[in-house]
Nanobody, 123 residues
Framework: QVQLVESGGGLVEAGGSLRLSCAAS????????MGWFRQAPGMEREFVAA????????HYADSVKGRFTISRDNARNTVALQMNSLKPEDTAVYYC????????????????WGQGTQVTVSS
């Protein structure tokens, strides 16, 4: 089993930056794809970014390309999401997720989830 715990959320003004972190425990996730998803009130959970097990491949939602960067540190069993040029529409609960081997963008394809961290961007 894998346990995921997110941190780093908060309130920021539009144009600002935040860095989210996700720490995995229970077993190594070095062979897992790690992803970030978000869910705004009344909306479905949506894909934000994912990174391959070795860190060489990344994939981003069009809405965050050029502003967000996903990275991982397998030695520390962590994954991060650097969010720059934040917009009010980025406001959501952000979730870290894990699945084995292949990058997918659908939430149901991920096996492990964190509890989420709130990100609020004020205009």
């Amino acid at each position: 089993q894998v346990q995921l715990v997110e941190s780093g959320g908060g309130l920021v003004e539009a144009g600002g930056s935040l860095r989210l972190s996700c720490a995995a425990s229970g077993r190594s996730v070095s062979d897992h794809v790690m992803g970030w998803f978000r869910q705004a009130p009344g909306m479905e959970r949506e894909f934000v970014a994912a990174i391959s097990w070795d860190g060489y491949k990344t994939h981003y939602a069009d809405s965050v390309k050029g502003r967000f960067t996903i990275s991982r540190d397998n030695a520390r069993n962590t994954v991060a999401l650097q969010m720059n040029s934040l917009k009010p529409e980025d406001t959501a609960v952000y979730y870290c997720a894990a699945r084995r081997l292949v990058i997918f963008t659908t939430p149901s394809d991920y096996n492990y989830w964190g509890q989420g961290t709130q990100v609020t961007v004020s205009s």
